[in-house]
Every structure is written in C-alpha cells, then in structure tokens.
Nanobody, 126 residues
Framework: QVQLVESGGGLVQAGDSLRLSCAAS????????MAWFRQAPGQEREFVAG????????SYADSVKGRFTISRDIAKKTMYLQMNSLKPEDTARYYC???????????????????WGQGTQVTVSS
C-alpha cells in the first residue's frame, strides 16, 4: 500500500522558516517524480516545487523561487521542502505527490500524479 505522509507544518510569523517532510512508503521512490502542491481555501491546488525522478530537473513556482528549496533523500524515501522568508500568502495546506517516471513537462499538472498525501497546514501570520 502506497502512503505519502507529510509533516512539519505549523503556525509561524512572516519571515520565519519551516521545513516540510514527505515520507513515502510502498513505492520505488527513486522512480517517482515528486512534487509539492498547495491549496488555500477557495483556491485551486497549485504547484509549488518538483524534483524529477532521476534528480536531473528541479522546478519551482515563480512565487517561491529564491525562498523555497526542494530536496530528497532516496535512502530515507523522504522529500523535503525548506521554506524561508515565509509570507502570509504562503498560507495553505501543502501536499506532496508522486508521479511514476514523471517528466519535467508535466511536473506542474495535478492530473499527472498518481499518489497524494493528506497534507499539512502552513499558516503564516503577518
């Protein structure tokens, strides 16, 4: 059974940092393109950052470039999202997702991801 479990969310002030983790089980982690998405109330789920299954391509949404860093530890089957200089507009529920042999062209499309976690809430106060 495939599971993606996010952790690390919380309530922080603007300018603070958080590190999210996504622990995967039940899938060959090294063959999955992994990504972080987020969804704020009343809004569509949006791409935040992704790392291609072979590690060759990393992509970020323009809104988080220079502030967020995605990484992964294949041995631990865990993906991370280091979030610095957080802003109130970063407030959302953050989800990790996995796409088997996903390409860089489809990295930002929610419909391409086979597996999703339950999400972790990030709230940034001003």
């Amino acid at each position: 059974q495939v599971q993606l479990v996010e952790s690390g969310g919380g309530l922080v002030q603007a300018g603070d940092s958080l590190r999210l983790s996504c622990a995967a089980s039940g899938l060959p982690f090294s063959t999955y393109t992994m990504a972080w998405f987020r969804q704020a109330p009343g809004q569509e789920r949006e791409f935040v950052a992704g790392i291609r299954w072979n590690g060759g391509i990393i992509s970020y949404a323009d809104s988080v470039k220079g502030r967020f860093t995605i990484s992964r530890d294949i041995a631990k089957k865990t993906m991370y999202l280091q979030m610095n200089s957080l802003k109130p507009e970063d407030t959302a529920r953050y989800y990790c997702a996995g796409d088997y042999l996903g390409t860089s062209q489809t990295m930002g499309r929610t419909s391409n991801y086979e597996y999703w976690g339950q999400g972790t809430q990030v709230t940034v106060s001003s």
